[in-house]
Structures are given as C-alpha cells and as structure tokens.
C-alpha cells in the first residue's frame, strides 16, 4: 500500500533552516511527481510546491519562492524540502503528497504531516 | 493566482440529511477542481477529481459537479463520519490553491 512518511520537522529560529524528508513506499516513486502542502494551527491548506517526476519542473508558491527548494531522489524513494530564511508565518504542519498520473494533478496520497515551528 | 471561495465556512446537519457545499473560482478552471476531506489531526483525504470522478474507496453518496468557475460538492445522507472539514482545490494552474475549507458539524 501506499505509504508517505515525513520526518525533519521541529523548533528553529527565525531566519534558520531546516530540511523536511518524506520516504515513500508501495508504488513506483520515480513515475510520480510529488508536492508539499503545509497547514498553520488552525488555519487552511496551503500549496507550497510541487517536483516533476525526474526532477525537471519544479514550481513554488509565492510565500516560499526563493527560500525553499524542493528536491528528490528517486534512488532512495525520497522528497526533500530545503527551507531557508524561515519566518514566524512557515509555523505549519508540512505534509508531502503523492500526485496522481491522471493528468487532473490531483493529491491522491498524503503522509501524516510534520510540524515546523518557528519561534525564537 | 486564481481564488477559490468556498460557501458556507460552516454547516450544522443531521445523520442523514443531504448536504451540499459550494466552491466558485476567480476564473475557468474546466474541471480541474479536486475535493478533500480532513478529520481533526489528520492528513486531507481526496474524495473527488476533476469535478466529478470519485477517488476509488470513498462512498457513493459523496458525489461532485459543475465546471468552469462553479462547483458544488455533495453528501447524500450525512453519517457520523462525515463530520470534518472539507476544502477544495484547483489543479488548473500554479499555485494550486485551496479554498478556505467548509466545517461540517453536527447539530
């Protein structure tokens, strides 16, 4: 079965860094591309950006554009997201998403989330 | 960036009674509007895509319709498991925004 499981989350100062993973498992990851959605407590979900299957498009939400980056390896069935330059408002749970090869680009799998927070 | 409303913020129903929610885009999206179901402390589940086709596994009496600029989701009689929120979705463009999510509570 499908399995997305994210790991890296914790407590960091504002303006530092973190790296967020997600292992997937039960399905050929290299044919999936593959985003992060983040959640702040309380409030909706946000898109935060997406990777093509082998890595050749990647695109970000406004927010996050040219502090975070998202990366893969599909050797090791695994998606990153390097966060850089964090702020109080990235305090969210992140979690990554499997999307469907329906063409409609639809989030058919998504991992249990990991919480960042951003506190001094 | 194309704004996605959702209406109402919150219902309260009965077990069994129908439900419907509405989701209206700033612009066309054709059908691609996805909807997601999120229980207190858990991840979104996708219900349905492209406007209309249910996700293998979820009940037939979720149902989606519309296109273009407006959607609506439907519950065709509410069962206690169905209390949650529920967001939609565009995936016509990046960013693939969300709505600000419908709570459906019990009354």
């Known amino acids: 079965q499908v399995q997305l499981v994210e790991s890296g989350g914790g407590l960091v100062k504002p303006g530092g860094s973190l790296r967020l993973s997600c292992a997937a498992s039960g399905f050929t990851f290299s044919d999936y591309y593959m985003s992060w959605i983040r959640q702040a407590p309380g409030k909706g979900l946000e898109w935060v950006s997406y990777?093509?299957?082998?890595?050749?498009?990647?695109n970000y939400g406004d927010s996050v554009k040219g502090r975070f980056t998202i990366s893969r390896d599909n050797a090791k069935n695994s998606l990153y997201l390097q966060m850089n330059s964090l702020r109080a408002e990235d305090t969210a749970v992140y979690y990554c998403?499997?999307?469907?090869?329906?063409?409609?680009?639809?989030?058919?799998?998504w991992g249990q989330g990991t919480l960042v927070t951003v506190s001094s | 960036d194309i704004q996605m409303t959702q209406s109402p913020s919150s219902l309260s129903a009965s077990v069994g009674d129908r439900v419907t929610i509405t989701c209206r885009a700033s612009q066309s999206i054709s059908s691609y509007l996805n909807w997601y179901q999120q229980q207190p402390g858990k991840a979104p589940k996708l219900l349905i895509y492209?406007?209309?086709n249910l996700q293998s596994g979820v009940p037939s009496r979720f149902s989606g319709s519309g296109s273009g600029t407006e959607f609506t989701l439907t519950i065709s009689s509410l069962q206690p498991e169905d209390f949650a929120t529920y967001y939609c979705?565009?995936?016509?463009?990046?960013?693939?925004?969300f709505g600000q999510g419908t709570k459906l509570e019990i009354k």
């Open positions: 979705q565009q995936s016509y463009s990046t960013p693939r925004t």
């Open positions: 998403a499997r999307d469907s090869n329906s063409g409609w680009y639809q989030s058919d799998y």
């Open positions: 492209a406007a209309s």
């Open positions: 990777i093509s299957s082998s890595s050749t498009y990647t």
